[in-house]
């Protein structure tokens, strides 16, 4: 079975220059999730979809970043315009959604930005 | 608000010593708690979780970890090294929100095995 697809897995572009990512994630799994991470740094919480409905926001700054997953399987993550600092990697997650149990997580390969 | 301290961003082993590696929590309920292995342009692998039951979990390629309730740790180790785990292991708390759960990770200890 597949798992968890990203796209690109690299990219160098200059600041002010928007950028999308892209997940799909493995099949079945209704919940995604995008992580960010720094350089040094464990991933950090983006944004958290159940199904096509972004149920935890409160990490992503709303004000260059946007997210999506139309019919609650694919989902692609945009930055306009970037900024130096948002140089990263970008981890995308996929799980079944279990409810009263862990649900286990599996991360896709990453997508490397860097910005000039 | 949960978090997690990873004491140590490097550690360098040689190959077939001891592997530990550190992890302390702090969680104002019951943790969920977790090590994840990353290799070079690789995701995040589970190696092992603690959610109920037995404190000592056994994971994946020989790792294992206690969760010590009292010390608020979840070390991990390894009797013996190998080449093959040169990564980097990040350890996690679980959050449970709703229907999933909402990891956060700490900031990851490099492993090196040298010969």
């Known amino acids: 079975e597949a798992g968890v697809v990203q796209s690109p897995r690299y990219k160098i572009i200059e600041k002010k220059q928007p950028v999308a990512f892209w997940c799909n994630p493995i099949?079945?799994?209704?919940?995604l999730y995008w992580y960010r991470q720094n350089l040094g740094q464990g991933p950090e919480l983006l944004i958290r979809y159940e199904n096509e409905e972004a149920v935890d926001d409160s990490q992503l700054p709303k004000d260059r970043f946007s997210a999506e997953r139309l019919k609650g399987v694919d989902s692609t993550l945009k930055i306009q315009p970037a900024e130096l600092g948002d140089s990263a990697v970008y981890l995308c997650?996929?799980?079944?959604?279990?409810?009263?149990?862990?649900?286990?997580?599996?991360f896709g390969p990453g997508t490397r930005l860097t910005v000039l | 608000a949960q978090s997690v301290t990873q004491l140590g961003s490097h550690v360098s082993v040689s190959e077939g010593a001891l592997v530990l590696l550190r992890c302390n929590y702090s969680?104002?309920?019951?943790?969920?708690l977790f090590w994840y292995v990353q290799y070079p342009n690789q995701g995040l692998q589970l190696l092992l979780k603690y959610t109920t039951g037995a404190t000592l979990v056994k994971g994946i390629n020989g790792f294992e970890a206690e969760f010590k309730k009292s010390e608020t740790s979840f070390h991990l180790t390894k009797p013996s090294a190998h080449m093959s785990d040169a990564a980097e292991y990040f350890c996690?708390?679980?959050?449970?929100?709703?229907?999933?759960?909402?990891?956060?990770f700490g900031t990851g200890t490099r492993l090196q095995v040298t010969l």
């Open positions: 997650a996929s799980s079944m959604g279990l409810a009263g149990s862990w649900d286990e997580q599996f």
């Open positions: 969680s104002s309920v019951p943790p969920y």
């Open positions: 996690a708390v679980a959050d449970r929100t709703g229907t999933a759960s909402k990891l956060t």
């Open positions: 099949s079945g799994h209704n919940t």
